[in-house]
């Protein structure tokens, strides 16, 4: 990414770890700074940070969510689009347009209705 890029990325709270945890709209997922407890422990947490994410077998990025002792794995362009793209129409599916399963920018992403459109999680 570029610094051009990374000036305009947008970071938005994923619903149900608000407070805990926010994707960005070039693909990003961090972990909130919260004063009043932290995710892991229930303790303070002082520091923001970048999460590292991890490939399927498949080759799509992925993370892990922890809140409370829970621990869900999310995908993360339909993390991205569940935040940044409305879906009116209720699509299941969520594609990359350009192909390249790491490119998880909301540009790059649509919601598709079938599976063998799916290009995604």
């Known amino acids: 990414m570029n610094g051009a890029e990374l000036k305009d990325e947008v970071w938005r709270d994923i ?3 608000e407070g805990f945890y926010q994707v960005s709209s070039l693909g990003r997922i961090k972990r909130v700074a919260n004063s009043k407890r932290n995710c892991f422990t229930g303790r303070p947490c002082g520091q923001e940070c970048i999460l590292t994410l991890r ?3 498949n080759g799509f990025l992925f993370t ?3 809140v409370g002792g829970f621990t869900s794995v999310r995908g993360v362009c339909k993390l991205v689009a569940s935040v940044f ?3 009116p129409d209720n699509k299941k599916y969520v594609q990359h347009i350009n192909g390249v399963k790491s490119d998880n920018r909301v540009v ?3 919601y598709v209705s079938t599976r063998n459109q799916k290009d995604g999680l």
């Open 64 to 66: 892990r969510l922890r």
């Open 85 to 87: 793209i409305p879906n």
């Open 55 to 57: 490939r399927d077998r």
């Open 15 to 17: 619903p149900g770890y």
């Open 108 to 110: 790059n992403l649509a």
